[in-house]
């Protein structure tokens, strides 16, 4: 059954996925546009290799492709955004995994230190003085909502759809998180 362009590009991310389960390559390139940017731009705050992201994505894409008939979607409350994050950010363990076994670090290396989270570090790196101790301040719920609508420049929906959160929620969070901010840097 061929599907009109025009049926594609109204379909949510969910449809899609259903459309790619079918076998609709137009569907599954609708969905590699509208989620690859946002989906490398997350694999890229947790990974700085270029070839590693690249390879993840396509890693990704693939198992999409593949496995896209047991996405359960909204019947186990899921998003299709989700789903794909969960692929990728699995991908992207298995990577780091693999380039694990090539790389001996020295003993002393080996030693648990505890240190904390690379999103964190790449954070204050982006974002030092006082703005970053205005960050700092915030709670982790609405720091990561700023994070994603600010550093990553993600929309409302599309940070409402990575951190599993409803609009309004992200809304007032990110609301919030600005007042915050403001009192503390003013």
């Known amino acids: 059954m061929r599907r009109t362009r025009g049926a594609i590009e109204a379909a949510d991310e969910a449809g899609l996925v259903r459309l790619v389960a ?24 947790r990974c700085s290799d270029e070839q590693i992201v690249a390879e993840v994505l396509q890693e990704s894409y693939l198992a999409v492709w593949r496995a896209a008939g ?24 298995d990577a780091f995994r ?5 790389v001996h670090p020295p003993p002393e290396a080996a030693e648990p230190v505890a240190a904390p989270a690379a999103e964190d570090e790449a954070l204050a790196g982006a974002v030092s003085g006082e703005l970053g101790s205005a960050l700092n301040t915030l709670a982790p719920e609405l720091r990561q909502v700023l994070q994603a609508m600010v550093l990553d420049g993600l929309s409302v929906r599309e940070t409402s759809v990575l951190l599993g959160l409803p609009e309004g929620t992200v809304k007032t969070r990110a609301r919030r998180a600005r007042i915050i901010m403001r009192e503390a840097l003013s």
Not at 33 to 42: E, G, H, I
């Open 70 to 93: 047991s996405f359960a979607g909204t019947a186990v409350d899921g998003s299709a955004a989700g789903w794909l994050w969960t692929i990728a950010a699995r991908r992207l363990v």
């Open 22 to 45: 079918k076998g609709d390559r137009a569907a599954f390139e609708e969905l590699y546009r509208r989620t690859s940017p946002w989906l490398a731009l997350r694999l890229r705050r």
């Open 98 to 102: 693999r380039r694990a076994r090539y």
